[in-house]
């Protein structure tokens, strides 16, 4: 429908016709429908301002900072996951020294137990250099493992190597 006023249905509306404002009668319908009001856009900072020039500015640094944001936090996402993935598939079977046991004997028995089960890939036993060097920061340079307790390790990888040794 045409334009009303608000206050008075009766009182002719202005609209607007290519050549300047003009009174449409309340009955006059398709008058009011072909001259409609045309739209004036306008911005909330004018664009040939200042602000306008800075609000651009500050719009595209952070735009800018979400991006690299968002990049970081796929990275560490994606890093994270690999991690976990590679956490997943490797344990360690620790084997405490017992008196009166070999404890090589024990090792390679727990070797042949694990290389046997399902789902493992890999089984190799940690050296005593290498327990040496990851006891170090606890208990200094130069340990001799034969003067303490200390347990040997296995170290295990495959797909399901947790869930295949639990079972």
Same mark, same amino acid.
């Given at each position: 429908?045409?334009?009303?006023?608000?206050?008075?249905?009766?009182?002719?509306?202005?609209?607007?016709?290519?050549?300047?404002?003009?009174?449409?009668?309340?009955?006059?319908?398709?008058?009011?429908?072909?001259?409609?009001?045309?739209?004036?856009?306008?911005?909330?900072?004018?664009?040939?301002?200042?602000?306008?020039?800075?609000? %651009?500015?500050?719009?595209?640094?952070?735009?800018?900072?979400?991006?690299?944001?968002?990049?970081?936090? %796929?990275?560490?996402?994606?890093?994270?996951?690999?991690?976990?993935?590679?956490?997943?598939?490797?344990?360690?079977?620790?084997?405490?020294?017992?008196?009166?046991?070999?404890?090589?004997?024990?090792?390679?028995?727990?070797? !042949?137990?694990?290389?046997?089960?399902?789902?493992?890939?890999?089984? !190799?036993?940690?050296?005593?250099?290498? %327990?040496?060097?990851?006891?170090?920061?606890?208990?200094?340079?130069?340990?001799?493992?034969?003067?303490?307790?200390?347990?040997?390790?296995?170290?295990?990888?495959?797909?399901?190597?947790?869930?295949?040794?639990?079972?």
């Amino acid at each position: 429908g045409g334009c009303k006023s608000m206050t008075n249905p009766h009182q002719p509306v202005k609209t607007h016709s290519g050549k300047g404002w003009e009174a449409t009668k309340p009955g006059d319908e398709s008058t009011a429908e072909r001259r409609r009001i045309p739209r004036v856009s306008s911005s909330l900072v004018p664009r040939e301002s200042i602000a306008g020039d800075a609000l %651009t500015l500050v719009i595209s640094i952070m735009t800018f900072l979400v991006c690299i944001t968002f990049g970081a936090v %796929t990275l560490v996402k994606d890093t994270a996951s690999s991690w976990q993935n590679d956490i997943a598939r490797e344990i360690t079977i620790q084997i405490r020294p017992l008196d009166g046991v070999d404890m090589n004997e024990m090792l390679q028995a727990a070797k !042949s137990i694990a290389e046997n089960s399902a789902g493992i890939l890999s089984v !190799s036993i940690i050296d005593e250099e290498t %327990t040496a060097r990851l006891l170090e920061p606890w208990l200094g340079k130069g340990l001799n493992l034969k003067d303490l307790p200390v347990p040997r390790l296995l170290s295990i990888t495959g797909w399901m190597a947790a869930r295949a040794l639990i079972s």
